[in-house]
């Protein structure tokens, strides 16, 4: 039997009622399409951080790279500072491995209701394509004069040829499986240097890609266009900052974090990619038993495809989608009265 090995960090807060919740529905759809998922479960978190001042053991990247994928849920705790858990954890994974493409997909699951008006399923469907391994999120700058009225700060984003082009590679060969139309995300009017360079290597992108249609905005406007008119995007190609503040708005216009999924993808496989919904680890509703878990389960889904199990990621999406759609088994965050538990029955029940 085919058996993927895959590294479960449920991290804190939510992410250890949605990711066993997710876990249930991936170990009932690997025995329905005949393969299995061998799990190894890792503590990794901010209250392993507490504990020990490590969010990971020094060889935690090292135990990561045995593994064919990663299951992340969230990290993050109101007493820990949340640049720790992040380049404690998520940056050395997602960097170490060349995870550089985080993608989120956006689309309006049957029965839920977005927060704009007249729009229906089939009227939302687009993916972003954040650059995931450099861009504004570098470790490059410092403080001066700190504590007196000189003090200052100095933050450099990097932008590189290899770096830049890899992401609208992998962005434009998406575009080809879907609609064929990549959208870039600028600001080249108002950041000009690191800006024009990747509108540049935007139009060095496209011409070997001559049936896809290209545009690009400059982040405000897009940003207004995810509201007004979200149904004309496909793809969208943007950089890791403008790409995290569009794949938090995506989602808010198809349901909110609860339904939100993404994938930090190595596309040449050197290396695991690392699955991880794009919600953080809720502290407000932590503990209460009513995360919604579909995040976690879509995420899943977009797991099973990158390792070729297409059938089960789709089984994934069709449960989901029919609990979706007959509406009365859902968390508070979609309106509903279900707790974790439940609303993971529902879907495991269809799956019967
Ligand atoms: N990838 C990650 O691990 C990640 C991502 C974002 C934030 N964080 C961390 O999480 C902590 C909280 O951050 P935040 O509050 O900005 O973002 P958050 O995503 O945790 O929560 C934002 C809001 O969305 C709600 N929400 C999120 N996921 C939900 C779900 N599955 N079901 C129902 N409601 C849900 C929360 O209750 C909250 O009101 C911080 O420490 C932050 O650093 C981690």
Same mark, same amino acid.
């Given at each position: 039997?085919?058996?993927?090995?895959?590294?479960?960090?449920?991290?804190?807060?939510?992410?250890?009622?949605?990711?066993?919740?997710?876990?249930?529905?991936?170990?009932?759809?690997?025995?329905?399409? =005949?393969?299995?998922?061998?799990?190894?479960?890792?503590?990794? #978190?901010?209250?392993?951080?507490?504990?020990?001042?490590?969010?990971?053991?020094?060889?935690?990247?090292?135990?990561?790279?045995?593994?064919?994928?990663?299951?992340?849920?969230?990290?993050?705790?109101?007493?820990?500072?949340?640049?720790? @858990?992040?380049?404690?954890?998520?940056?050395?994974?997602?960097?170490?491995?060349?995870?550089?493409?985080?993608?989120?997909?956006?689309?309006?699951?049957? =029965?839920?209701? #977005?927060?704009?008006?007249?729009?229906? %399923?089939?009227?939302?469907?687009?993916?972003?394509? +954040?650059?995931?391994?450099?861009?504004?999120? @570098?470790?490059?700058?410092? +403080?001066?004069?700190?504590? &007196?009225?000189?003090?200052?700060?100095?933050?450099? #984003?990097?932008?590189?040829?290899?770096?830049?082009? +890899?992401?609208?590679?992998?962005?434009?060969?998406?575009?080809?499986?879907?609609? =064929?139309?990549?959208?870039?995300?600028?600001?080249?009017?108002?950041?000009?240097?690191?800006?024009?360079?990747?509108?540049?290597?935007?139009?060095?992108?496209? %011409?070997?890609?001559?049936?896809?249609?290209?545009?690009?905005?400059?982040?405000?406007?897009?940003?207004?266009?995810?509201?007004?008119?979200?149904?004309?995007?496909?793809?969208?190609?943007?950089?890791?900052?403008?790409?995290?503040?569009? @794949?938090?708005?995506?989602?808010?216009?198809?349901?909110?974090?609860?339904?939100?999924?993404?994938?930090?993808?190595? %596309?040449?496989?050197?290396?695991?990619?690392?699955?991880?919904?794009?919600?953080?680890?809720?502290?407000?509703?932590?503990?209460?038993?009513?995360?919604?878990?579909?995040?976690?389960?879509?995420?899943? @889904?977009?797991?099973?495809?990158?390792?070729?199990?297409?059938?089960?990621?789709? &089984?994934?999406?069709?449960?989901?989608?029919?609990?979706?759609?007959?509406?009365?088994?859902?968390?508070?965050?979609?309106?509903? &009265?279900?707790?974790?538990?439940?609303?993971?029955?529902?879907?495991?029940?269809?799956?019967?």
């Amino acid at each position: 039997m085919r058996t993927h090995r895959i590294a479960l960090i449920p991290g804190d807060g939510i992410g250890g009622e949605v990711v066993p919740a997710a876990v249930r529905v991936l170990d009932r759809v690997a025995g329905r399409h =005949g393969f299995a998922l061998d799990h190894t479960a890792f503590d990794w #978190s901010c209250e392993r951080w507490t504990r020990t001042g490590r969010m990971m053991p020094a060889d935690g990247l090292e135990q990561l790279a045995a593994f064919d994928s990663i299951f992340l849920g969230a990290v993050g705790h109101p007493d820990v500072a949340d640049h720790v @858990s992040l380049w404690g954890l998520l940056i050395p994974i997602r960097r170490t491995f060349q995870q550089y493409v985080n993608l989120r997909p956006v689309r309006l699951l049957r =029965g839920l209701m #977005s927060p704009l008006r007249d729009v229906g %399923p089939d009227d939302i469907d687009f993916c972003v394509v +954040r650059e995931n391994n450099e861009g504004e999120y @570098s470790e490059i700058g410092g +403080r001066l004069y700190e504590g &007196t009225d000189q003090e200052m700060a100095v933050q450099e #984003s990097i932008f590189t040829r290899r770096g830049v082009d +890899r992401v609208m590679r992998y962005a434009f060969e998406l575009a080809r499986t879907r609609r =064929g139309h990549v959208t870039s995300a600028t600001k080249s009017n108002g950041i000009i240097h690191t800006m024009p360079f990747w509108d540049e290597r935007f139009a060095a992108a496209a %011409p070997a890609f001559p049936d896809v249609h290209t545009e690009q905005f400059h982040i405000d406007i897009l940003a207004a266009h995810f509201v007004q008119r979200p149904g004309q995007f496909d793809v969208v190609v943007a950089s890791n900052l403008f790409g995290d503040i569009l @794949s938090d708005l995506g989602p808010a216009v198809v349901g909110g974090l609860g339904v939100a999924a993404g994938g930090n993808i190595n %596309p040449e496989r050197t290396h695991p990619s690392m699955f991880e919904p794009v919600h953080g680890s809720a502290p407000d509703i932590a503990g209460q038993g009513v995360a919604n878990p579909i995040a976690a389960m879509w995420t899943a @889904s977009m797991m099973l495809e990158h390792l070729g199990e297409h059938e089960a990621a789709a &089984t994934v999406m069709t449960a989901v989608e029919t609990v979706t759609a007959d509406g009365t088994t859902l968390t508070p965050d979609l309106g509903g &009265t279900a707790s974790t538990d439940e609303l993971t029955g529902a879907v495991l029940a269809t799956l019967d």
